[in-house]
């Protein structure tokens, strides 16, 4: 696989539960981190920059290395700032806030010239909560976006303009990571009451990412040597629960297709594109740390 090597990157989103990780990851790896966010983080050291995505000028003098005290090219964009999730604030203000972020991170990008982008995308365009039953499981990148809410449409939205960027650009790569529900070490403690009762989780499949493991995928997905749009599901490679996955596929979605023989608590949002072009291996399971 051939890779790049680590330069300077501009992570969005830096403040944040998985911005956290993954700033800790991308600098003990060697990459030399301008952190971006419009609240400082509580903890952790480096650079770091107050910026309003939203505002397109703030956006372009820090991908273009113009703000003072930050001066320097930017070689990448990892864009992880976003209201994180459907519900935590009405629809319009959702839409408000991450599409026009994103857009000005995209094409703020453009204009530095900066051909890395690696943006988190969410397990959500696969079609949670899962109201209508998923197509096959394990679900993969290969069926057509299903979002349900706006928080999830505008994730589809950034895919297809990455798409339609990619396609103006061929030198350009992007790579929207599709990640399951964030957690960090001390969220595994509740893990365990997942087990009484499997609708609570059933909405995405009882997956979830430790936000380390996350960390993981966007480092290798920004040393990705390519050109051009991908997507990719990153998730751990087991569920949240005690319960055999096949059980409780055939207990909550009966009747929809197993395409494979599953191991006992094996992932139904499935990893293997990311394992087989990214090399993504996650090395976090709850089970080894609560
Ligand atoms: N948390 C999850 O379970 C989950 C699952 C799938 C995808 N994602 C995606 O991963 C990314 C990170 O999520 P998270 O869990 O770390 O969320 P988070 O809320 O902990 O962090 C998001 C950060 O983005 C910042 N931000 C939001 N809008 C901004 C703006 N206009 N300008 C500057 N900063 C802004 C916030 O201040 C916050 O620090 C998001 O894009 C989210 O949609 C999260």
């Given at each position: 696989?051939?890779?790049?090597?680590?330069?300077?990157?501009a992570?969005t989103?830096?403040?944040?539960?998985?911005?956290?990780?993954?700033?800790?990851?991308?600098?003990?790896?060697?990459?030399?981190?301008?952190?971006v966010?419009?609240?400082?983080?509580?903890?952790?050291?480096?650079?770091?920059?107050?910026v309003?995505l939203?505002d397109y000028g703030q956006v372009l003098e820090v991908l273009t290395g113009r703000?003072?005290?930050?001066?320097?090219?930017v070689?990448?964009v990892?864009h992880?700032?976003?209201?994180?999730?459907?519900?935590?604030?009405?629809?319009?203000?959702?839409?408000?806030?991450?599409?026009?972020a994103s857009w000005n991170v995209f094409n703020a990008a453009r204009a530095a010239g900066i051909?890395?982008v690696?943006?988190?995308?969410?397990?959500?365009?696969?079609?949670?909560?899962?109201?209508?039953?998923?197509?096959?499981?394990?679900?993969?990148?290969?069926?057509?976006?299903?979002?349900?809410?706006?928080?999830?449409?505008?994730?589809?939205?950034?895919?297809?303009?990455?798409?339609?960027?990619?396609?103006?650009?061929?030198?350009?790569?992007?790579?929207?990571?599709?990640?399951?529900?964030?957690?960090?070490?001390?969220?595994?403690?509740?893990?365990?009451?997942?087990?009484?009762?499997?609708?609570?989780?059933?909405?995405?499949?009882?997956?979830?990412?430790?936000?380390?493991?996350?960390?993981?995928?966007?480092?290798?997905?920004?040393?990705?040597?390519?050109?051009?749009?991908?997507?990719?599901?990153?998730?751990?490679?087991?569920?949240?629960?005690?319960?055999?996955?096949?059980?409780?596929?055939?207990?909550?979605?009966?009747?929809?297709?197993?395409?494979?023989?599953?191991?006992?608590?094996?992932?139904?949002?499935?990893?293997?594109?990311?394992?087989?072009?990214?090399?993504?291996?996650?090395?976090?399971?709850?089970?080894?740390?609560?």
């Amino acid at each position: 696989m051939a890779k790049i090597e680590p330069g300077r990157v501009a992570v969005t989103g830096a403040a944040g539960k998985l911005g956290r990780a993954v700033v800790a990851h991308l600098r003990a790896s060697g990459w030399d981190v301008l952190s971006v966010d419009r609240v400082r983080p509580a903890s952790g050291g480096g650079e770091f920059l107050v910026v309003d995505l939203t505002d397109y000028g703030q956006v372009l003098e820090v991908l273009t290395g113009r703000v003072d005290e930050h001066v320097g090219p930017v070689d990448a964009v990892v864009h992880l700032a976003a209201i994180p999730a459907p519900g935590l604030l009405p629809n319009s203000a959702t839409f408000a806030n991450n599409a026009p972020a994103s857009w000005n991170v995209f094409n703020a990008a453009r204009a530095a010239g900066i051909r890395n982008v690696v943006w988190a995308s969410s397990e959500t365009v696969l079609g949670l909560p899962f109201d209508m039953p998923p197509p096959y499981v394990p679900v993969d990148e290969e069926y057509r976006v299903r979002p349900e809410t706006t928080y999830s449409l505008v994730k589809a939205l950034e895919e297809e303009m990455a798409h339609h960027l990619c396609r103006w650009d061929p030198e350009l790569k992007m790579i929207g990571l599709r990640f399951s529900n964030v957690m960090d070490p001390e969220d595994y403690a509740s893990f365990p009451s997942f087990d009484a009762d499997p609708a609570l989780r059933k909405w995405n499949l009882w997956g979830y990412i430790d936000a380390r493991d996350g960390a993981q995928a966007v480092r290798r997905a920004l040393e990705h040597d390519a050109t051009g749009v991908d997507v990719f599901i990153v998730a751990n490679a087991d569920t949240v629960m005690s319960r055999a996955s096949a059980e409780l596929v055939a207990e909550c979605y009966p009747g929809v297709e197993v395409r494979k023989e599953l191991g006992r608590n094996e992932t139904l949002l499935s990893i293997d594109k990311a394992r087989r072009i990214l090399g993504y291996e996650p090395e976090h399971s709850w089970r080894n740390e609560s």
